[in-house]
């Protein structure tokens, strides 16, 4: 299974961030061809006890690498990409990971 990744800074608003991301983005999203699962994660402190500099973890969980590339590739994976890029390009950075199981 492999993932794709979209780590997002903390935005300047974050009220209209969330509206954005959870009412448009995420709906868009949603409809790539073979994603799995989809996990947000907010981050709200850290061990020091500062603000954190990073605002929220998208993981998009898929098959195989295969199933993500055509995802991505797909009308429905440019549309997502256009769509978050359109709000918060100075914002994501995106990568690619797989899980490891073996601990």
């Known amino acids: ?7 997002y800074k903390q935005p300047e608003d974050q009220k209209a961030f969330d509206e954005r ?9 949603n409809q790539m061809p073979g ?10 402190g ?9 605002y929220l973890q998208a993981d998009m ?7 993500l590339q ?7 994976g440019k549309a997502s990409a256009k769509d978050v890029f359109s709000f918060a390009k100075n914002l994501v950075s995106m990568y690619i ?6 601990l």
């Open 70 to 76: 055509k995802a991505m590739t797909s009308p429905e």
């Open 21 to 29: 991301y959870f009412q448009k983005h995420i709906p868009i999203n």
């Open 1 to 7: 299974m492999v993932k794709l990744v979209a780590i």
């Open 35 to 44: 994603l799995l699962d989809v996990k947000v994660t907010r981050f709200i």
């Open 61 to 67: 969980y898929f098959e195989s690498m295969e199933t």
């Open 46 to 54: 850290t061990p020091m006890g500062t603000a954190p500099d990073l």
């Open 97 to 102: 990971a797989e899980e490891v199981s073996d």
